[in-house]
């Protein structure tokens, strides 16, 4: 269902109207496609008070490709060394620098914050950079034209992990993010011969990929080279079928609940997965007073258990390549519940419990990451089937004013996936537009 009030703010009476009656001013924003620049204009570089990885961070910002300056009248993006931000007194150095510049920032801008974890044995550093996420979710409500605002916390003896996620987020790959906080390991990069096929070689599958935003995923990771397996249910073999060809990808038939799934996966894969991506899933919406048990059980069956049960046997069983990638799919109605989805939030927020818990584990014994996206409104079949109050609350809750795209959610996954992305881990990514619901 085409978002008719976004076009009819991009026309000069529905901006005139609109304007006056202080209704959202959804600005349209850019998707990348191969062969456009990711910035339209110069890359800012700026440092809070005097930074030791100042250095490095303009190295690797350099290595993008990206026209990185440190003046320019309209930047395109913007980013700023907070690193060095270790005291409350410091932070008068974040205003100092982007006071002077926010408002030049281009339509469609980029501003990346970049930070340290919080200190736990340093009050006043953690105080510090514990406020820089203030800082940014604020700044992301407040920015408006389509522009986003996140914060990157990086090992900062390892400024090199960063690439991957600068480049990302740098671009309009990232165009539906907003008012996110990145938290990178010191985990080294995995090498890349080529930024335009950094899948290249590898083996992704991913469940639930006849249609909706599992199509979208499978679509950009064959685009970004990776040969790619299509799972979804037999009853949806033909749709199945024409994704895949169309992608030159294989088609699996396969309901992911089975009991014999890992085997049938590990099977179709004699090589080995590189990436998984766990992104079926079910709604079978009531209020738990109405909610009979087989619509509370298919939902924590499908959404969660099924992906527990094959994560853990295709990493057991070494089905998941080393240097592999799993990456599932929470919500937000896991981080902020919603009226009617008990079921459906208990399975989303147990992604999350399982991605914080098991990435640390996979990265240590297997050399795996695991990371969940967590879409909000995204214009998919199922959220068009919306009622169209809910849909419209669901698509201008946000600071951008609008839904995302299924490729918004697949580009986040290619991220994710990315052999440079090994300093990702357990991270939960909001793909969203900074929804006013869940943190
Ligand atoms: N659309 C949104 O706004 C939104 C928001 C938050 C989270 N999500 C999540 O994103 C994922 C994809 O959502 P979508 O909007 O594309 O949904 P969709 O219904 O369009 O697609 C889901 C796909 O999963 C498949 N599937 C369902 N059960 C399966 C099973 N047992 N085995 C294998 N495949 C199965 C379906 O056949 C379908 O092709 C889901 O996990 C969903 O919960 C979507």
């Known amino acids: 269902m085409a978002d008719r009030y976004l076009h009819f703010t991009g026309t000069a009476p529905g901006r005139f109207l609109t304007r006056r009656l202080g209704l959202p001013q959804p600005?349209?924003?850019?998707?990348?496609?191969?062969?456009t620049p990711s910035l339209d204009g110069p890359l800012l570089h700026l440092t809070a008070g005097e930074s030791a990885t100042t250095k490095e961070l303009g190295a690797l910002l350099a290595e993008t490709g990206l026209d990185?300056?440190?003046?320019?009248?309209?930047?395109?993006?913007?980013v700023l060394d907070a690193t060095a931000v270790t005291t409350a007194g410091a932070l008068g150095e974040?205003?100092?620098?982007?006071?002077?510049?926010?408002?030049?920032?281009?339509?469609?801008?980029?501003?990346?914050?970049?930070?340290?974890?919080?200190?736990?044995?340093?009050?006043?550093?953690?105080?510090?950079?514990?406020?820089?996420?203030?800082?940014?979710r604020s700044?992301?409500?407040?920015?408006?034209?389509?522009?986003?605002?996140?914060l990157l916390r990086i090992e900062p003896e390892s400024v090199a992990?960063?690439?991957?996620?600068?480049?990302?987020?740098?671009?309009?790959?990232?165009?539906?993010?907003?008012?996110?906080?990145?938290?990178?390991?010191?985990a080294a990069p995995g090498p890349v011969a080529d930024w335009t096929a950094p899948l290249a070689g590898r083996t992704a599958l991913v469940t639930g990929a006849a249609r909706g935003i599992g199509a979208s995923v499978a679509s950009v990771l064959a685009r970004d080279g990776a040969r790619v397996v299509c799972l979804d249910i037999p009853q949806a073999a033909d749709e199945l079928t024409r994704t895949a060809d169309r992608l030159g990808a294989t088609a699996l038939p396969l309901d992911i609940t089975a009991a014999d799934a890992a085997e049938r996966i590990a099977a179709a894969v004699p090589q080995g997965l590189d990436v998984l991506?766990?992104?079926?899933?079910?709604?079978?919406?009531?209020?738990?007073?109405n909610m009979p048990a087989d619509r509370w059980a298919s939902v924590i069956d499908v959404?969660?258990?099924?992906?527990?049960?094959?994560?853990?046997?295709?990493?057991?069983?070494?089905?998941?390549?080393?240097?592999?990638?799993?990456i599932a799919t929470a919500s937000i109605a896991g981080i902020a519940g919603n009226n009617g989805q008990t079921n459906y939030a208990a399975s989303k927020a147990g992604i999350i419990g399982l991605v914080r818990s098991l990435a640390p584990r996979a990265a240590a014994d297997h050399g795996v990451t695991v990371n969940a996206v967590a879409p909000g409104f995204i214009e998919t079949k199922m959220t068009a089937a919306v009622p169209l109050f809910i849909r419209e609350a669901g698509r201008r809750m946000n600071s951008l004013s609008q839904g995302g795209l299924p490729v918004d959610v697949a580009e986040t996954t290619a991220w994710f996936a990315q052999p440079a992305s090994s300093a990702v881990n357990g991270q939960i990514v909001r793909v969203c537009g900074q929804s006013l619901l869940g943190a």
């Not at 600005?27 to 062969?35: D, E, I, T, V």
């Not at 992990?161 to 010191?186: C, K, N």
């Not at 959404?303 to 799993?326: E, F, M, Q």
């Open 68 to 78: 990185v300056t440190g003046q320019a009248d309209r930047p395109a993006a913007i």
């Open 27 to 35: 600005a349209p924003l850019r998707r990348w496609s191969p062969g």
């Open 94 to 136: 974040v205003h100092a620098a982007l006071h002077p510049v926010v408002r030049s920032l281009a339509p469609g801008g980029r501003i990346v914050v970049v930070g340290v974890r919080p200190s736990a044995g340093d009050h006043h550093q953690a105080a510090a950079q514990q406020a820089l996420e203030g800082f940014v």
């Open 303 to 326: 959404n969660l258990d099924s992906v527990l049960r094959t994560t853990d046997a295709l990493l057991s069983s070494g089905t998941v390549n080393r240097d592999g990638r799993i």
């Open 277 to 289: 991506v766990h992104n079926a899933g079910i709604t079978r919406d009531r209020r738990l007073a």
């Open 139 to 150: 700044l992301g409500k407040e920015i408006g034209k389509g522009a986003t605002v996140q």
């Open 161 to 186: 992990s960063a690439g991957s996620t600068l480049r990302f987020l740098l671009s309009p790959r990232s165009a539906y993010i907003s008012g996110q906080v990145i938290e990178l390991t010191d």
